[in-house]
Nanobody
Framework: VQFVESGGGLVQPGDSLRLSCAAS????????MSWYRQAPGKERELVAF????????NYSDFVKGRFSISRDNAKNTVYLQMNSLKPEDTAVYYC?????????WGQGTQVTVSS
C-alpha cells in the first residue's frame, strides 16, 4: 500500500490549496477515503469523508462551506480543495483509506497558513 500526498505548502490567510492523495496497492474504489489533520500538540481529527463511490460526503463543522472532498476512482486519487484558509487550519494533513477492518494512512503533507 502506498500513498503519494501532495499540494501542501505555506499560504496566507484567505488563500486556497488543493491537496491530492494518489493511492496504490489496494482496490481504491472499494475504500471510503478521508482526510484528517493534526496540529502540533493536538490530536488527529477528521476533516472530511467521502464514500467509496463518491456519492456521500461529510465534513467537520470547522471546515464546512470552505473545504470540499472529491475522488477520481479512475486515477486512484482523492482530493481536498481548501478555500478561505485560516491560521487555525495549520496542520499536517493525512489521507486515510478504510474498508472494514482495513485502515491505511498516508505520510502526511504540511499545510501552514500564516501572514
Amino acid at each position: 500500500v502506498q500513498f503519494v500526498e501532495s499540494g501542501g505548502g505555506l499560504v496566507q490567510p484567505g488563500d486556497s490549496l488543493r491537496l491530492s492523495c494518489a493511492a496504490s496497492g489496494f482496490t481504491f474504489s472499494s475504500y471510503a477515503m478521508s482526510w484528517y489533520r493534526q496540529a502540533p500538540g493536538k490530536e488527529r481529527e477528521l476533516v472530511a469523508f467521502i464514500s467509496s463511490t463518491g456519492d456521500s460526503t461529510n465534513y467537520s463543522d470547522f471546515v464546512k462551506g470552505r473545504f470540499s472532498i472529491s475522488r477520481d476512482n479512475a486515477k486512484n486519487t482523492v482530493y481536498l480543495q481548501m478555500n478561505s484558509l485560516k491560521p487555525e487550519d495549520t496542520a499536517v494533513y493525512y489521507c486515510n483509506a478504510r474498508w472494514g477492518f482495513r485502515n491505511y494512512w498516508g505520510q502526511g503533507t504540511q499545510v501552514t497558513v500564516s501572514s
